[in-house]
């Protein structure tokens, strides 16, 4: 058996096994222990730990020394120091939408958490086309939990910089200043365009200037507004969903940026099931009811974000400026404002960008996917450029309708 | 002699000469040294150490226990780090224009500076109405390369970030938000508002509802805005000057916040020497001289520091996205917007607050001392409201000439 209280380094389903024999006290002394690698993100390794005896499971996360998304990112395994402490923080914030940790090993860069088998991710679910009623309930509510009650709205300043200081996170915040926020927006050689999209890209994207300047605008605040500590990579991948809970995890990404960043990630990825069930739903009325349920969650998650946000500033607020005439109106509708900019930003680099999602890819009609991608471009173009005018959901769900319009006109 | 290798405590001035004797290499065996306390600031005990034999000299300052400035505000004597390091890197960026820092001791708390005796503390300066030709453009050039040098426009972002966490500071940044961003913009108890423009304050800066809005927002945009790192109390106080030589000290407060900030202040403390020769010089013509002389100044640090700005934008630019068309004109734009918004802060918040300038202090005639301080809380306000019109030095200038008027005509 390896040592594993001497030196990191990348675990077997084997070692696995002993890492849970040895080093945790979730299993009884007489377990039948298997494990299977499931991971399928691109900077960890997930073995999954069930005692056949009497299915008792639980999950082990071990970060890997190279991210696996590519060579050239480099990522170091302290990410997962941070995602067990965010994760052991939003379960306080937010109890029971995010996966209980049992322990964090700082030598073998691994965190043991609560297995979540049970559940699916929700892209997954989505692609399939399942409904999830209560989505919009749950995550607005994590939304508000861990957004607002780390901002400096709520917390005591001095604390707050304490997290600041200890969730800056340089390696992951690049990945996203350059995939989201740089490559993008011109003919980088690292992007990856659906060969049919590209006309309309160089046409809509890359030609026009006026949105490469607000993108512009937009990374500076990422990189410098210490707003709330945010999850960072909140797309439907990082959702385990059953009906009745939904659990968010892989915060790895997680640093005091723009509380709008996560809550933008998760109307894009909205839409990206949405594209996925409009072009690939073949029967009418299944395809209305479907694109009609996804709309009403978009809505409804701007809607219950706005009002919880309201009800949760005004019980909890200590920051004494929180109570000027106005105040609250004006940092709810910058956070709108930053909701609208990063679903836009999500919608185009998830098309243009290195990392695509399987909603879009697995459209195999190219006609129909290139069509999806054209409708992602079109509403996150508007997201980006009409920020300042998103007051509701419905102000966001009318760019849906728009754009679908629009694209409606131009093919005729 | 007491042991400096063990715990920290405060030094006597014998103390300090023991101290020079064997903690530090930078006179010579046979010295003859005396020891002075000089210091007037409210953080900290300034030695000044003199070898007798040939004049050679040099400051120790060290962190006392807790601030002078009051009992209410403890602060740690990491501040004394945080000093250093930043003189250290200010010396790099711009040479000459800060102290040279020989050496620091984390035990006992202290620094040990090179001696600025020969330079005059310029709020002193300026209250006995001496003028200094190259201040503007000295200070330009400390503002640009200590403010866009450590952006995330030139540096590295992960390197930034690296900055970001050393000098998170969230004592003396506690202390900045209650009384700049806080307490001045209500009746608050800590307030020392002078008798007499009491009733203009509440009239003019509490009752006026936007106003006090308008500040909440900067509050938190000066809690959250990571942009570049800043001196955090750039007041003439803070500024040693002689003919030729600006030395720009006292930066305990430094940490990452808005650029404006900096300048900002800048601007509010050359408009203290202003109302203060407005209103204590008899001469009229040297009055107009000198008023005039200080107007200029105003307008060529801003100017002067937009030219150099730009230029070394284009120089040493490494963030790809600095290069996309109106994207440094737009950041520009927001630094300059934040610079008139902080000379409005500091014009209010040492009229209203806790904490005064001698130049209005000293104003002895006490209808004199009244229409100054007006005057600072007319220029203030507009500065405020009207910081997204602040496109050059000529806009500022404009607003104090504007200040006058009004004044003038409320008093017919």
Same mark, same amino acid.
């Given at each position: ?135 919009? @309930? ?13 901002? @400096? ?54 030609? @026009? ?204």
């Amino acid at each position: 058996m390896k040592d594993f209280t001497k030196e990191y380094f990348t675990m077997t389903e084997e070692d696995a096994v002993d890492y849970a024999k040895t080093r945790m006290e979730f299993f009884q002394n007489d377990a039948e222990l298997t494990c299977k690698e499931i991971g399928d993100g691109n900077l960890n390794y997930v073995f999954k730990v069930v005692d056949t005896k009497n299915n008792k499971s639980v999950i082990i996360k071990q970060a890997g020394p190279v991210a696996r998304i590519s060579d050239e990112f480099k990522l170091s395994p302290d990410r997962n120091r941070i995602e067990s402490e965010i994760l052991q923080l939003q379960y306080k914030l937010a109890p029971g939408f995010v996966p209980e940790v049992y322990q964090y090993d700082p030598i073998m860069n691994c965190c043991v958490m609560e297995d979540m088998s049970d559940h699916e991710m929700m892209r997954t679910a989505l692609i399939n086309h399942k409904k999830f009623p209560l989505f919009a @309930d749950h995550i607005s509510t994590f939304l508000v939990n861990t957004l607002l009650l780390t901002s @400096d709205v709520v917390m005591d300043h001095k604390e707050k910089k304490a997290l600041v200081k200890s969730f800056i996170n340089p390696e992951l915040c690049e990945i996203s200043e350059d995939l989201v926020y740089t490559e993008p927006f011109y003919d980088c050689p690292r992007n990856d365009v659906f060969p049919a999209t590209k006309e309309f890209v160089q046409e809509h994207i890359w030609n @026009d200037s006026n949105l490469v300047l607000e993108t512009a605008k937009l990374k500076f605040e990422f990189m410098t507004n210490a707003q709330s500590l945010i999850h960072g990579d909140l797309h439907t991948g990082s959702v385990f969903i059953k009906e009745g809970s939904t659990k968010v995890f892989d915060p790895e990404f997680a640093f005091y940026g723009p509380a709008g960043y996560d809550i933008g990630n998760v109307v894009a990825n909205l839409l990206f099931a949405y594209s996925n069930a409009k072009f690939t739903i073949a029967d009418e009325a299944a395809k209305k009811d479907y694109l009609y349920y996804l709309e009403n969650t978009i809505r409804d998650i701007i809607d219950l974000f706005i009002e919880k946000f309201s009800r949760t500033w005004d019980e909890k607020a200590t920051e004494p400026v929180a109570k000027v005439d106005g105040f609250k109106e004006y940092y709810l509708g910058t956070i709108l404002r930053d909701t609208s900019a990063v679903a836009g930003l999500e919608l185009t680099r998830r098309i243009i960008g290195l990392a695509h999602v399987k909603d879009i890819t697995s459209i195999t009609d190219p006609e129909a996917r290139c069509r999806a991608e054209k409708m992602c471009l079109t509403i996150g173009k508007s997201y980006i450029l009409n920020r300042d005018t998103m007051k509701s959901g419905s102000d966001f769900v009318n760019v849906i309708i728009d754009a679908e319009q629009q694209l409606l006109e131009e093919a005729e």
